[in-house]
């Protein structure tokens, strides 16, 4: 991979690179939100369904 980014021209290069930055932070938000839905699920699970 770093020898394809080495032979791009200079915008292509910085586009790419914008790309995979992109790319990065989409995987951790992805990440954040599988991870609170995960624990939301735990709440609901341990969380009584009557205070009766």
Do not use: C, F
């Not at 914008?18 to 995960?38: D, F, P, S, T």
Request: proline share 4%; charged share 30%.
């Amino acid at each position: 991979m770093v020898d394809i980014l080495k032979n791009l021209p200079e915008h292509d290069l910085a586009v790419a690179l914008v790309l995979i930055g992109l790319v990065r932070e989409a995987r951790l938000w992805h990440k954040q939100v599988l991870e609170y839905k995960r624990n939301l699920q735990k709440k609901k699970e341990e969380s009584p369904t009557s205070y009766l």
